[in-house]
Each structure stands twice: as structure tokens, then as C-alpha cells.
T-cell receptor, first 112, second 115 residues
Framework: GNSVTQMEGPVTLSEEAFLTINCTYTATGYPSLFWYVQYPGEGLQLLLKATKADDKGSNKGFEATYRKETTSFHLEKGSVQVSDSAVYFCALSHSGTYKYIFGTGTRLKVLA | EAGVTQFPSHSVIEKGQTVTLRCDPISGHDNLYWYRRVMGKEIKFLLHFVKESKQDESGMPNNRFLAERTGGTYSTLKVQPAELEDSGVYFC?????????????FGAGSRLTVL
């Protein structure tokens, strides 16, 4: 069946450090891949997405590349800020369906 | 544009009691979804409405959960009677028909604590 595996948190970094949050997936066919972020007290917000192999999604300095050969969609940011502290969720869905498969979420804490 | 609104933001009830969660989707969004995150676990799909009709309710855990969307606007999710394992955060999301790349807009969630 379809599944998403994320690295466990929490991840604690100093400001301006490099961030990687690993995400791998198991799925039939060619799903779309997403990163959602939940800031404290807010809803899940779409951070970035990729719909086909080798696509790179990017937003707010975050990037993730759809790697079909390694079934991965790792989230990266070159220099994190305190305001990036949040919970990050990797997810997949197949075209034509809105049933997302989420990972367990990774809490990121950035210290000044 | 107002986002997806959920309330209450947090509800604490005793085991055996009833709780009703409400979701107001973005105006004009025909599709409405409920998801749930049990503590530390992944967010799991519960069900999907298209207007007032249940399109897919395969994720509903058992018959103690009842979701409605009368008139195709807001939706309610009732848990009766609540059990300890129902504790978690219930997310609602909506999307217009034909949303590109299956993008959903989520609410802030309703945290349910069953004691």
C-alpha cells in the first residue's frame, strides 16, 4: 500500500544552520508529493509540491526534489530562521484523488 | 478570502460524552475533507464530501463517528460516545472542484482530549 516515512524529530538547529528533513515514500504509479507546514496555533499550510519525477518544488527558501529512483522528497533549506520553527509534514496523493497519505510529521525548533 | 475555519479549537470531555466539531470551508469549495492526527502519529484521512454527499468515508474508524454536511456548506463531525483513543487533532480541509495538483486548504484543527 501507499505510505510516507519521515525522519523522527524533534530537530533542533541554530539560526542560519542547514536543514534537511528526510522523506521517503512507497506508492504505485506516479503520485504528487507535498510538504505541508504547521506553525504554532495555525492550520496546515502548503509549503511546496512536485507533481512528477525530477520536479523541484520551492518556496520561502525551502526546496525539495521528486526523486523517483530513490522514492524520496527530502526537504532542504540553506539557512533556517527562528520563524521556521514548526511541524513539517510530507505527503503524497494520486492524481484524481484527494486522499492524502501523510508522514508522522517532524518538529523543527530553531534557536536564536 | 477567509480560510477554513474550525471550532472549537480545543475540547476536553469525559469518556462516554458526546462532542461535535464544526468546519466551515472556504466559500464556494464543493469538496470538504476530514482528517485526524492521533498524538505522534501520521495525519489520516477520515472522509470526503462533495457538496452534501459523502464521496468516500473509508477512513471513518467506527460507527461512533458521524459526519454531516447539510446544504453542502459547513460540516459537523460528531463523536458519540467518545473513547480515550479518539483523542487527537481533527483537521478539516476544502478544495474547489478541479483543484490543480490536488492541493487542499486546511484549517487550524480541533484538538479533542478525552479523559
Amino acid at each position: 500500500g501507499n505510505s510516507v516515512t519521515q525522519m523522527e524529530g524533534p530537530v533542533t538547529l541554530s539560526e542560519e544552520a542547514f536543514l534537511t528533513i528526510n522523506c521517503t515514500y512507497t506508492a504505485t504509479g506516479y503520485p504528487s508529493l507535498f510538504w505541508y507546514v504547521q506553525y504554532p496555533g495555525e492550520g496546515l499550510q502548503l509549503l511546496l509540491k512536485a507533481t512528477k519525477a525530477d520536479d523541484k518544488g520551492s518556496n520561502k527558501g525551502f526546496e525539495a526534489t521528486y526523486r523517483k529512483e530513490t522514492t524520496s522528497f527530502h526537504l532542504e533549506k540553506g539557512s533556517v530562521q527562528v520563524s521556521d520553527s514548526a511541524v513539517y509534514f510530507c505527503a503524497l496523493s494520486h492524481s484524481g484523488t484527494y486522499k492524502y497519505i501523510f508522514g508522522t510529521g517532524t518538529r523543527l525548533k530553531v534557536l536564536a | 478570502e477567509a480560510g477554513v475555519t474550525q471550532f472549537p479549537s480545543h475540547s476536553v470531555i469525559e469518556k462516554g460524552q458526546t462532542v461535535t466539531l464544526r468546519c466551515d470551508p472556504i466559500s464556494g469549495h464543493d469538496n470538504l475533507y476530514w482528517y485526524r492526527r492521533v498524538m505522534g502519529k501520521e495525519i489520516k484521512f477520515l472522509l470526503h464530501f462533495v457538496k452534501e454527499s459523502k464521496q468516500d468515508e473509508s477512513g471513518m474508524p467506527n460507527n461512533r463517528f458521524l459526519a454531516e454536511r447539510t446544504g453542502g456548506t459547513y460540516s459537523t463531525l460528531k463523536v458519540q460516545p467518545a473513547e480515550l483513543e479518539d483523542s487527537g487533532v481533527y483537521f478539516c480541509a476544502s478544495s474547489p472542484t478541479g483543484s490543480p495538483a490536488n492541493v487542499l486548504t486546511f484549517g487550524a484543527g480541533s484538538r479533542l482530549t478525552v479523559l
